[in-house]
């Protein structure tokens, strides 16, 4: 079973900043998606940033990009010119690209605080 | 708003009690998830939906959580003889299925569910 690992629980960032959060992903795969969702407070989540396995490339839209090292099962998502807006749960996702369905699989989220 | 849709969207049971939950996807959407998170979680999958036909089901759905897509359209969870290990958000998603589609979720609002 696939399995996905944030290991920071909270992170803070100046407005302005730059601010990197982690993700490690464990699978047997070689043809997946990897995701980054945001859930702000008591709102619906929303899709950051997605990565499809067989692309070397390195997503990015607009503030927001990914450093996808699959080797190293590693998927961090780095944001730029960091925003009030910005503040919110960030999920890290995994699923396949086989099969039907393909649930998401989550990690536990990464709370980002940014500070005026 | 053409977004998925949940009803309620909060929820207070007293143990022992029946509830059902109302998922409405995104119109032209064929495949519809159900996922469970707890506080301080990431969602969990729970089952999946393509058109009318359940698919997929997690070892998480015991025997008191059914769920139906009657005519492929809107979706209900029920779970019967609530306990307080019940508790937490109950989120829908949907999405498209195609070959030229990565086939992003939409999540809806999510129903929170909380069992005295």
């Known amino acids: 079973a696939q399995t996905v690992t944030q290991s920071q629980p909270e992170m803070s960032v100046q407005e302005a900043e730059t601010v990197t959060l982690s993700c490690t992903y464990d699978?047997?795969?070689?043809?997946?998606?990897l995701f980054w969702y945001k859930q702000p407070p008591s709102r619906q989540m929303i899709l950051v940033i997605r990565?499809?396995?067989?692309?070397?490339q390195n997503a990015t839209e607009n503030r927001f990009s990914v450093n996808f090292q699959k080797a190293a099962k590693s998927f961090s998502l780095k944001i730029s010119d960091s925003q009030l807006g910005d503040a919110a749960m960030y999920f890290c996702a995994y699923r396949s690209a086989s099969g039907y369905g393909n649930k998401l699989v989550f990690g536990a989220g990464t709370i980002l605080r940014v500070k005026s | 708003d053409t977004g998925v849709s949940q009803d309620p969207r909060h929820k207070i049971t007293k143990r022992g009690q029946n509830v059902t939950f109302r998922c409405d996807p995104i119109?032209?959407?064929?495949?519809l998830y159900w996922y469970r998170q707890t506080l301080g979680q990431g969602p969990e999958f729970l089952t999946y939906?393509?058109?009318?036909?359940?698919?997929?089901k997690s070892r998480l759905l015991s025997d008191r959580f059914s769920a139906e897509r009657p005519k492929g359209s809107f979706s209900t969870l029920e779970i019967q003889r609530t306990e307080q290990g019940d508790s937490a958000m109950y989120l829908c998603?949907?999405?498209?299925?195609?070959?030229?589609?990565?086939?992003?979720?939409?999540f809806g609002p999510g129903t929170r569910l909380t069992v005295l």
């Open positions: 998603a949907s999405s498209l299925s195609g070959t030229l589609s990565y086939n992003e979720q939409f």
């Open positions: 119109s032209e959407h064929n495949r």
């Open positions: 699978t047997s795969e070689s043809d997946y998606y």
């Open positions: 939906f393509q058109n009318e036909a359940q698919l997929e």
């Open positions: 990565q499809e396995a067989y692309k070397q």
